[in-house]
């Protein structure tokens, strides 16, 4: 960098504004020592940026390659790169959420413009799940690393687009260990009773919004915010009535590494249907689906 950068903490856990760094200007010296901050303080904030589309987009692939929203259209901008979300167009993620779990290689991080916001409220929250895992009690932690949960994308009309990750995943370059569970995209623990399964993923799902694992900021419009959807989770507050339009470029994706291979089997029902059936039905679809496509690959291996 040309001049040293200007990094203030914002909470205990997590969380950073970063000034003196003009994004549509980075190279790659620049963005490898914005991606060391990133992996220190998991989420950083740029203010006084306003990049433009191009800027933006050609920030972004510092870090990986780029890719739209899978399920979700732009309301007003172009761009096969680029993700948008507008207020009065419903684009408000008021659910405690990591960006596109519901696919087998989520989003790596974002990179999120503010392009504008109301002058009060709208606030965004961001929560530590290394945090949310360490501060687990050893029982419930070693119960956690052998099990896996099933994500799909309902919340955008297709529940039948889903896979399953491990409910505890090690992150590639820290190697550090993070909850990966959300309230958003996760729907069932695959190796428990949907009623058990509903006990610990209600649990961890609240456990994961404490206030100690969080940090909350404010938004000015033209700031840009980048987070680490590895071992973070966000939420925007739903508390304004004025128009809010972001835009956000998705870096992809990594297959999330289990903390420790599945140590059970997928739940299935020992005994007939019955009515209460139903709640394992989409288990056993996701299940099925993939005998389908062990068998197909054995095939065309033979």
């Not at 972001?246 to 019955?274: C, E, F, H, L, N």
Request: glycine share 6%; proline share 7%; aromatic share 8%.
């Amino acid at each position: 960098m040309s001049h040293p950068l200007q990094v203030v903490r914002l909470s205990g856990s997590l969380g950073a504004e970063v000034r003196g760094v003009p994004i549509g200007k980075v190279g790659p010296a620049e963005a490898k020592e914005i991606e060391a901050l990133l992996l220190e303080h998991l989420v950083l904030f740029f203010p006084e940026q306003d990049p433009t589309v191009d800027e933006h987009v050609a920030f972004g692939r510092h870090f990986g390659t780029l890719e739209g929203h899978p399920n979700l259209s732009n309301p007003f901008s172009d761009h096969p790169e680029l993700f948008e979300l507008a207020a009065t167009r419903g684009g408000i993620a008021d659910e405690w959420h990591s960006d596109i779990t519901f696919q087998d290689q989520p989003s790596i991080m974002a990179i999120l413009h503010m392009v504008k916001c109301p002058a009060v409220g709208g606030d965004t929250m961001w929560s530590n799940m290394y945090k949310a895992y360490d501060e687990l009690s050893a029982p419930l932690r070693d119960l956690c690393d052998g099990l896996t949960a099933l994500h799909d994308a309902a919340p955008h009309g297709k529940p039948e687009s889903m896979t399953v990750h491990p409910v505890v995943r090690v992150h590639p370059v820290t190697g550090r260990r993070s909850l990966f569970v959300n309230e958003h995209f996760t729907r069932r623990i695959v190796e428990l009773s949907r009623e058990e399964s509903d006990v610990l993923l209600g649990y961890l799902t609240r456990w994961v919004t404490n206030p100690r694992f969080t940090v909350r900021y404010r938004w000015t419009q033209g700031t840009v915010a980048m987070w680490d959807n590895r071992c973070t989770q966000h939420y925007v507050l739903n508390d304004f009535d004025e128009e809010r339009i972001i835009q956000r470029v998705t870096v992809m994706g990594d297959v999330p590494k289990a903390a420790s291979p599945p140590r059970w089997d997928p739940y299935v029902r020992g005994r007939y249907a019955g009515a209460t059936s139903r709640y394992d039905r989409q288990l056993n679809e996701y299940l099925g689906r993939r005998i389908q496509t062990l068998e197909s690959n054995r095939k065309d291996d033979a």
